[in-house]
């Protein structure tokens, strides 16, 4: 995403301090928001398989109603206190439907996002391809170190563009 995008991100969104256990999002519920971690931890769990899995900083939640409009297939607890960025999905997709560069990046940024993570929650025997050629688990793709480098960037400019620290 450009710096134009992450300064929409930063004027649109809401920032605000998250207090510890509190449910961003309910599974089964209604989520306005896809939230974008700035501090803190985040706790999801499944109705049926307890706790499922651990965010931390840079991670988003609420993406996956946003693309396919069902309701939330998990829920979200903060994990002691933090703090999150929230825009509102109206806005964020009428922001996806008008600007077609800003959609075409943002859903690329997505995609590699919900890449990542499952990529994240595969088996060790699946780590190995056939033939070899698969990455070893301490290996980094050259092809996307610039990508995650820029994007590290951009997410320390957010922070900055937000001034978040001062929010209570």
């Given at each position: 995403?450009?710096?134009?995008?992450?300064?929409w991100?930063?004027?649109?969104?809401?920032?605000?301090?998250?207090?510890d256990?509190?449910?961003?999002?309910?599974?089964?519920?209604?989520?306005?928001?896809?939230i974008?971690?700035?501090?803190?931890?985040l706790?999801v769990?499944?109705?049926?398989?307890?706790?499922?899995?651990?965010?931390?900083?840079?991670?988003?939640?609420?993406?996956?109603?946003?693309?396919?409009?069902?309701?939330?297939?998990?829920?979200?607890?903060?994990?002691?206190?933090?703090?999150?960025?929230?825009?509102?999905?109206r806005q964020?997709?009428?922001?996806?439907?008008?600007?077609?560069?800003?959609?075409?990046?943002?859903?690329?940024?997505l995609?590699v996002?919900l890449?990542?993570?499952l990529?994240a929650?595969?088996?060790?025997?699946?780590?190995?391809?056939?033939?070899?050629?698969a990455?070893?688990r301490?290996?980094?793709?050259i092809g996307?170190?610039?990508?995650?480098?820029?994007?590290?960037?951009?997410?320390?400019?957010?922070?900055?563009m937000?001034?978040?620290?001062?929010?209570?």
């Amino acid at each position: 995403m450009t710096d134009g995008d992450i300064e929409w991100m930063a004027k649109n969104g809401t920032c605000r301090r998250l207090s510890d256990g509190e449910v961003l999002i309910e599974e089964g519920g209604r989520s306005d928001s896809l939230i974008l971690l700035l501090e803190g931890e985040l706790q999801v769990s499944a109705r049926g398989y307890g706790d499922v899995a651990r965010m931390g900083v840079g991670e988003i939640v609420g993406e996956v109603s946003l693309v396919d409009s069902a309701p939330p297939s998990a829920t979200i607890t903060t994990r002691g206190e933090g703090l999150a960025l929230f825009l509102d999905k109206r806005q964020l997709l009428e922001k996806l439907e008008h600007d077609e560069s800003f959609g075409s990046r943002f859903y690329r940024a997505l995609a590699v996002f919900l890449a990542d993570r499952l990529r994240a929650t595969r088996q060790p025997a699946t780590d190995r391809l056939l033939d070899g050629t698969a990455l070893s688990r301490d290996e980094l793709d050259i092809g996307i170190m610039d990508h995650v480098t820029a994007a590290g960037e951009r997410f320390s400019r957010l922070l900055r563009m937000l001034h978040c620290h001062s929010v209570n």
